[in-house]
């Protein structure tokens, strides 16, 4: 039964009697010692009622409990860490925060985390990885219990750093028989090869292809060109634009195509919003979607099956990655072995009204 807090509180906590709040410029911050002193016990119980209650009596519990929450002591997590050599912190790396096709992996990363007792942290590397590097090092320096990867780490220099570690790390979004450490994702090449037949299949026989710039949109246009032209197709009319990818230059790239190539069939797009665009575009012109001209995403994100029409697209399981990567590290942090280092979970082509 919860008693009245005024019942339990320690005489070095009562407000006559209570030592002064220490001052953050004389200190730097409160200290262990500073709620130690407040609470009348020793720094190394409030240590142990922090970090091993179990140990600790109820009574102990609440005279640290109420001392922590008069000074607003935030625990040094990372003195803790290297005790125990753990951090409960996992560290993810994502090209951009701002496009939402990473979201869904980022939800369910971070959920499973904390279902496990962990945190995580989160940096933006760029499409270009021109800052995944720099960002490596910083996250290897507070040595967090496990790091994330979206996509393959390509750089020899941050894959020497990550090895060198031995830090848990999770390659996640692609595939490779080489992975750093674990990897859970799906091919690429495939996703653009199965695009190619699915519209070769639909009766297609003019499309271009609207891509990003970026390494994973690369490997899926390579796998549709390949995939096409060994079915006999000509060579696809390539646009390029600079990712992360937006409805703007979906409409921009469309645009461009038609003034020189007007008998183009089928957008084959490297994400969903380029799909939008290009359908946007071609409405605006009085073209009808797909009788005059169609168009494939990639991403399936929450829009797709909404729009008018409906975008014909990918399917990633975000979801899964995210939990996978989580179970990966986590098995890892804890000791536990893991079996099979990489699991590749494939796509879904999913056909709506676009194409």
């Not at 369910?108 to 904390?114: D, G, H, I, S, Y």
């Not at 710039?213 to 490997?219: E, I």
């Not at 079915?231 to 990818?245: D, E, H, M, N, Y």
């Amino acid at each position: 039964m919860q008693g009245h807090v005024s019942a339990t509180i320690p005489p070095a906590l009562n407000d006559s009697n209570a030592p002064p709040r220490p001052s953050r410029r004389s200190s730097g911050g409160i200290t262990l010692d500073d709620v130690s002193k407040l609470a009348g016990v020793s720094a190394i119980t409030v240590s142990r009622a922090l970090n091993t209650p179990e140990l600790v009596s109820p009574k102990t519990r609440e005279k640290v409990r109420l001392a922590v929450e008069r000074t607003g002591y935030v625990p040094n997590l990372l003195a803790g860490g290297l005790a125990s050599n753990r951090s409960r912190l996992v560290a993810a790396l994502v090209p951009t925060i701002a496009g939402p096709v990473f979201l869904e992996t980022i939800q369910a990363l971070t959920e499973a985390l904390a279902e496990a007792g962990y945190q995580l942290m989160l940096g933006q590397a760029g499409y270009h990885n021109s800052r995944e590097d720099a960002l490596i090092d910083a996250i290897v320096g507070r040595r967090p219990d496990g790091i994330v990867l979206t996509g393959i780490m390509r750089s020899a220099e941050g894959r020497r750093r990550l090895l060198a570690s031995g830090i848990p790390v999770v390659e996640t979004w692609d595939l490779t028989p080489t992975p750093v450490d674990m990897l859970v994702g799906f091919s690429h090449e495939k996703v653009g090869a199965d695009i190619a037949q699915y519209i070769h299949r639909k009766g297609y026989r003019h499309p271009a292809v609207v891509t990003g710039d970026d390494q994973r949109a690369n490997l899926r246009r390579a796998g549709f060109e390949q995939a096409w032209q060994a079915l006999g197709g000509a060579a696809p009319r390539v646009q390029t634009v600079p990712a992360p990818t937006t409805l703007g230059s979906g409409r921009a790239a469309l645009s461009e195509l038609l003034a020189t190539d007007p008998a183009v069939d089928v957008l084959v797009c490297s994400s969903d919003a380029l799909a939008h665009g290009v359908i946007t575009e071609a409405q605006a012109r009085g073209l009808r979607v797909p009788e005059d001209v169609a168009a494939m995403g990639f991403g399936d994100l929450g829009f797709a099956r909404h729009a008018h029409p409906a975008i014909s697209t990918v399917r990633i399981d975000g979801t899964a990655i995210g939990r996978q990567a989580a179970r990966f590290i986590i098995d890892r942090a804890e000791g536990r072995a893991v079996e099979h280092k990489v699991l590749d979970l494939g796509f879904s082509l999913i056909e709506r009204d676009s194409a």
